[in-house]
Nanobody, 125 residues
Framework: QVQLVESGGGLVQAGGSLRLSCAAS????????MGWFRQAPGKEREFVAT????????YYADSVKGRFTISKDNAKNTVYLQMNSLKPEDTAVYYC??????????????????WGQGTQVTVSS
């Protein structure tokens, strides 16, 4: 089992930045691929970014490419999502997810095995 706890959400103005954290416990963190998804009110959960176990494979949704960066600190058992140039359309609950290996396709949320409880990000215009 892997337990995931997100933090770092909040209210920010458009153009601002936030860094989300996802702390993992339970299993060897370095052996897991980690992803970020988000869900806005009335919408389906959507892929944001994902990173393979070794970090060789990193993918982003087109909507966040160039603005968001996913990173992982194995020593701290934590994965991060640095979000810059935030837009009101980035407003959502953000979830981190884990799987033993990078799923194919990597953007399908149902392929990930472990999920955090989510953290709210609100971007005001």
């Amino acid at each position: 089992q892997v337990q995931l706890v997100e933090s770092g959400g909040g209210l920010v103005q458009a153009g601002g930045s936030l860094r989300l954290s996802c702390a993992a416990s339970g299993r060897t963190f370095s052996n897991y691929a980690m992803g970020w998804f988000r869900q806005a009110p009335g919408k389906e959960r959507e892929f944001v970014a994902t990173r393979g176990r070794s970090g060789d494979s990193t993918y982003y949704a087109d909507s966040v490419k160039g603005r968001f960066t996913i990173s992982k600190d194995n020593a701290k058992n934590t994965v991060y999502l640095q979000m810059n140039s935030l837009k009101p359309e980035d407003t959502a609950v953000y979830y981190c997810a884990a799987k033993k290996y990078l799923p194919s396709p990597y953007y399908r949320s149902h392929l990930y095995d472990y999920w955090g409880q989510g953290t709210q990000v609100t971007v005001s215009s």
